[in-house]
């Protein structure tokens, strides 16, 4: 019976070490810039599974753009800001912790015109 206990009692300290080694720091987040200058790809870890609230807000502070996540402890989602003025946006996330933002600069591709140069034949044109 005593055996039992200390058993038992080790494997509780070791379930509890486990947990607090898999959170040591709490919710995290990263964006990344891919290969599409207007695309980012945001990363998010967080200790629990809960609500979550993605939201981008422009350099004035104003949200632009806001979605509500149940039920999940993270998520890797990619955000197309195309059609956006360029810019700082912040790109935050918010959860029953509190929230991670981080901010990012979105500057839209200028495609160039082409153009076509040729060698004319005759000499007056």
């Given at each position: 019976?005593?055996?039992?206990?200390?058993?038992?009692?080790?494997?509780?300290?070791?379930?509890?070490?486990?947990?607090?080694?898999?959170?040591?720091?709490?919710?995290?987040?990263?964006?990344?810039?891919?290969?599409?200058?207007?695309?980012?790809?945001?990363?998010?870890?967080?200790?629990?599974?809960?609500?979550?609230?993605?939201r981008?807000?422009?350099?004035?502070?104003?949200?632009?753009?806001?979605?509500?996540?149940?039920?999940?402890?993270?998520?890797?989602?990619?955000?197309?800001?195309?059609?956006?003025?360029?810019?700082?946006?912040?790109?935050?996330?918010?959860?029953?912790n509190?929230?991670?933002?981080?901010?990012?600069?979105?500057?839209?591709?200028?495609?160039?015109?082409?153009?076509?140069?040729?060698?004319?034949?005759?000499?007056?044109?």
């Amino acid at each position: 019976m005593k055996t039992k206990s200390v058993v038992v009692a080790l494997a509780m300290m070791v379930v509890s070490a486990a947990v607090v080694a898999a959170d040591p720091v709490g919710p995290k987040m990263v964006v990344v810039n891919q290969k599409d200058a207007a695309t980012f790809k945001v990363i998010y870890e967080g200790g629990q599974t809960g609500k979550l609230t993605l939201r981008i807000l422009n350099s004035d502070g104003k949200k632009v753009v806001s979605e509500t996540i149940n039920g999940v402890d993270g998520f890797m989602r990619s955000v197309n800001f195309a059609g956006m003025e360029a810019g700082e946006y912040t790109i935050e996330v918010a959860d029953a912790n509190g929230k991670q933002s981080q901010k990012v600069v979105y500057q839209p591709t200028v495609e160039g015109t082409s153009i076509h140069v040729a060698k004319l034949a005759s000499e007056n044109k």
